[in-house]
């Protein structure tokens, strides 16, 4: 299944998808939530938190894939197990690839036409979909062994 979900969200992402939606998407569906708010809600999170060289959205759809299944419906309810598992993302995504942060991660200011035409020349979206992937990936992982 985590396989399955990493491997889907690298393929919404080929479709057009951006990073959050396609992961956040790919986790929903592995688990069976379908809601028309996702990936609706993912927009935007994705290229670095719409372009200002924020958290990575790929990053950034693992945590809210992660909060479907680990985050809070009271405000009774403890966030230890939400906040734990958010925290071995990023430790393991930033292991990874040195960074969670988009502007870090791709070496270019997307919220610039010079940034976009560097992430274009340099076809950094096959970059960003591995990105895509693994957040993906870890996330699964995380939340197969919270739930």
Known sequence: MIHRASRRSGKLFSSGFYCAESVLLAIAESKGVNSE????IATG???GMSRTCGLCGAVAGAIMGLNLFT???SPNHDTEKNYTAVRRLTELFEEQFGSTNCKQLTGCDLGTQEGQEIFKANKLRD???KYTEEATRIAMLLIEEQI
Request: with cysteine.
């Open 127 to 129: 970059q960003c979909k």
């Open 71 to 73: 985050g809070r419906t």
């Open 37 to 40: 708010l996702i990936p609706k």
């Open 45 to 47: 999170f994705c290229s």
